[in-house]
């Protein structure tokens, strides 16, 4: 990489250097504390997650008494949902816990509670969205391919009202990220763009995306609706309330990652063969983080330390808070910025952000 892009502060080459040796001693340090501990962590989790899903369901049930039961059954499904997919799905997806080697808690095994294919989430995301993170033309999760979030971006009129398609992609959002490998690789519209790598082909990705969401469209609004069949109506209101809490909670979590305000973009050709420190300065300047308490960090699957995850993405993710110390301390002494805030601070910078791109310039 020649030079880090205009809009970023500067970094020496020795700086550069520094920054890859002592986040390289950072992962290498925590690497070797590796074991017992997280195997536990893990399975604790799943246990809780488990219990959550089931008794969701089974108040749902209560709905035959009082209506009244559906508020904490869908609370506790929606809970179950969003560890699922936070905590355990999207980091056994990342290889996290590969270590352990688990029947299926591994990252070619685990099969996750959402509409999106793990394989194709595997491609799109751990490959795609951590190597080229916010490189303009490269990092398609900046902005979706449906958000102008930065002046990179030609405006066009349907930005004027891109707060409202932002709003609609958070309620879909299982959908969106389901459907986002499809829209890539221009599998139902557009033209098809033969820079991209393909890895797969279009009818996998096709059986992929019907196959797993008829799955989870079956497994919620027809099996568990006719298994409870005197209230077959409320499960299926309480299942889609479910997902719906899930989408905005992790559509909210990734927003408050990535698109905060002081969120720093690239250009390709200023990444054209960038060193190790390069590599890591990047995936500094293109995260966010939010503080909170322990059970916040857990419910964002450790996304609060988006920007520890970006440096050490296949690190166990609980040990992110304890990692961001240090980071912390890095950043500062080089002179990094170091994106934090409170939950909703960073929330309101995301939406001031969409605003702000929505108008010319
Ligand atoms: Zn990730």
Not at 77 to 102: P, R, T
Not at 190 to 216: P, S
Not at 258 to 266: A, D, V
Request: glycine share 6%; hydrophobic share 40%.
């Amino acid at each position: 990489m020649k030079k880090i892009a205009m809009t970023t502060p500067p970094l020496t080459e020795e700086t550069a250097q520094q920054l890859a040796a002592e986040l390289t001693a950072l992962a290498q340090q925590e690497k070797a504390k590796l074991g017992a501990a997280d195997a536990r962590y893990l399975l604790k989790l799943v246990q809780w997650q488990r219990i959550f899903a089931i008794s969701g369901r089974l108040l749902m049930l209560g709905c035959f008494w009082s209506v009244w039961f559906l508020l904490p059954a869908v609370l506790l499904l929606a809970l179950a949902k969003i560890i699922d997919n936070m905590e355990i799905g999207h980091n056994v997806l990342h290889g996290q816990y590969d270590f352990l080697q688990h029947r299926y808690l591994n990252s070619k095994q685990f099969e996750w509670d959402i509409a999106c294919d793990a394989k194709s989430w595997q491609r799109t995301h751990n490959f795609e969205h951590h190597t080229y993170t916010n490189i303009i033309g490269q990092d398609r999760d900046f902005g979706y391919g449906l958000l102008r979030l930065s002046s990179d971006f030609r405006w066009r009129l349907r930005n004027l009202w891109q707060v409202l398609t932002y709003f609609m992609l958070s309620t879909l959002f299982q959908w969106g990220v389901s459907y986002h490998e499809l829209a890539g690789q221009r599998v139902f519209f557009g033209k098809k763009k033969h820079d991209r790598n393909t890895q797969v082909t279009d009818l996998e990705l096709k059986r992929a995306f019907f196959g797993k969401g008829l799955k989870q469209l079956a497994k919620d609004y027809v099996f568990f609706p006719l298994l409870c069949w005197p209230v077959f109506g409320w499960v299926l209101l309480g299942n889609f309330l479910a997902n719906l809490i899930r989408n905005w909670w992790t559509a909210t979590v990734i927003f408050c990652g990535h698109f905060t305000e002081q969120i720093y973009t690239f250009k390709a050709e200023d990444c054209e063969n960038e060193s190790r420190g390069q590599w890591f300065y990047r995936q500094m300047l293109g995260s966010s983080n939010f503080t909170g308490p322990r059970w916040l960090h857990i419910l964002t699957g450790h996304l609060s330390c988006q920007i520890e995850h970006h440096l050490f993405p296949d690190l166990p993710a609980w040990r992110y808070p304890e990692l961001a110390k240090q980071v912390q301390q890095i950043a500062k002494r080089h002179g990094i910025p170091y994106n934090t805030g409170s939950f909703a601070s960073q929330y309101f910078s995301v939406l001031r952000r969409i605003l702000r791109y929505s108008l010319p310039g």
